[in-house]
């Protein structure tokens, strides 16, 4: 079955410094991978998606890259903002059906 | 933007008890939603899958007699936990897709229903 790692500590930046969450998995080649961010005690808010024949896709402040010969994803948060810090979640697609299983989150502290 | 919603937010009740969740999608119709159960510090695990019209597709380890699933229209699927324990209490949260996201499957998840049995 697939397995998601992401740091399971957490990572504390300064405001305005560049935020690189990481997502590595095992045993499985998806077809995409989503990134979403969630608040303490919120549901999940989608962030961006990237396809396996995608290596950077970005938007706005964000920028995900995907290495399927590493088998690893990066997020990226550029000029960091208090207002992002959140647990970030990596995603990708189940072998079978139109499913989704969840890394454990990287929570995201940034400090003014 | 695809919305969903959940209620109630918070549940509170005592062991044994049967408590019904609901969610809904309020301006798009989903013919699937997925429900979630995520403990604190922990990922979020996909429960089942709940199809409209038909039975709710299970994920392995989760009691299908524990956890009722209706889907009975394209914008509403309740979950209903019956006979709670401590054990249950926990964070539950759904999601659907629109069908315009559907081929990528963009999750629109719902703000959760906390719930904790006494």
């Known amino acids: 079955s697939q397995k998601i790692e992401q740091n399971s500590e957490a990572l504390n930046i300064q405001e305005g410094k560049t935020a690189t969450l990481t997502c590595n998995y095992t045993?499985?080649?998806?077809?995409?991978l989503q990134w979403y961010r969630q608040d303490p005690g919120r549901g999940p808010v989608f962030l961006l998606l990237?396809?396996?024949?995608?290596k950077e896709k970005r938007k706005e402040r964000l920028k995900v890259t995907f290495d399927t010969t590493l088998k690893q994803s990066l997020f990226h948060i550029t000029a960091s903002q208090p207002a992002d810090s959140a647990t970030y979640l990596c995603?990708?697609?189940?072998?079978?059906?139109?499913?989704?299983?969840f890394g454990a989150g990287t929570i995201l502290r940034v400090k003014s | 933007g695809a919305v969903v919603s959940q209620h109630p937010s918070r549940v509170i009740c005592k062991s044994g008890t049967s408590v019904k969740i609901e969610c809904r999608s309020l301006?798009?119709?989903?013919?699937?939603m997925f429900w979630y159960r995520q403990f604190p510090k922990q990922s979020l695990m996909l429960m089942a899958t709940?199809?409209?019209?038909?039975?709710?597709?299970?994920e392995q380890g989760v009691e299908k007699d524990k956890f009722l699933i209706n889907h009975a229209s394209l914008t509403l699927s309740t979950l209903t936990v019956t006979s709670a324990h401590p054990e249950d209490s926990s964070f539950y949260i759904c999601?659907?897709?629109?069908?315009?996201?559907?081929?990528?499957?963009?999750?629109?998840f719902g703000p959760g229903t906390r719930l904790t049995v006494l």
């Open positions: 995603a990708l697609d189940m072998e079978y059906g139109n499913k989704l299983v």
């Open positions: 999601s659907a897709s629109p069908p315009d996201r559907v081929s990528y499957n963009e999750q629109f």
């Open positions: 301006d798009f119709q989903a013919t699937t």
């Open positions: 990237i396809r396996e024949n995608e």
């Open positions: 709940s199809n409209e019209g038909s039975k709710a597709t299970y």
């Open positions: 045993n499985y080649s998806p077809a995409y």
